[in-house]
């Protein structure tokens, strides 16, 4: 270690306020850290981001979203118990049948 690393002389805002001063050196130093961080993490995001939005991957189809996720990749309902209305399901598999390959209703339940 270096003697500027580990020496005192930047000891954090609070603790340099208290002693009558305002170094706020390493208030300065996380604050450009946070910069950084968001800067690289949209540099190297948004390009992902942009490739999804243009190959149509970025979002599912508003049925799909209104039917469920579950509904469409697991054939069931994970939380909500009484489920999507059956003609919503129905036109998600037609939907999807044609699109992607045969996709199966799932099992009808009655409620006891």
């Known amino acids: 270690w270096s003697s500027d690393v580990c020496s005192s002389k930047h000891v954090g805002w609070f603790y340099s306020w208290g002693k009558g001063s305002g170094d ?8 450009v850290g946070i910069l950084w961080i968001i800067t690289w993490v949209s540099a190297t995001m948004i390009p992902f981001f942009i490739a999804l939005n243009y190959l ?3 979002r599912v189809d508003a049925l799909e979203e209104e ?11 994970a939380y909500d118990l009484a489920g999507p209305s059956k003609e919503d399901v129905e036109e998600l598999v037609a ?14 339940t009655e409620d006891a």
């Open 24 to 31: 706020a050196n390493l208030l300065l130093c996380e604050f």
């Open 67 to 77: 039917v469920g996720l579950d509904i469409s990749h697991h054939k069931g309902a």
């Open 95 to 108: 939907r999807r049948s044609t699109a992607h390959g045969k996709v199966e209703a799932p099992a009808a």
């Open 56 to 58: 149509g991957m970025f």
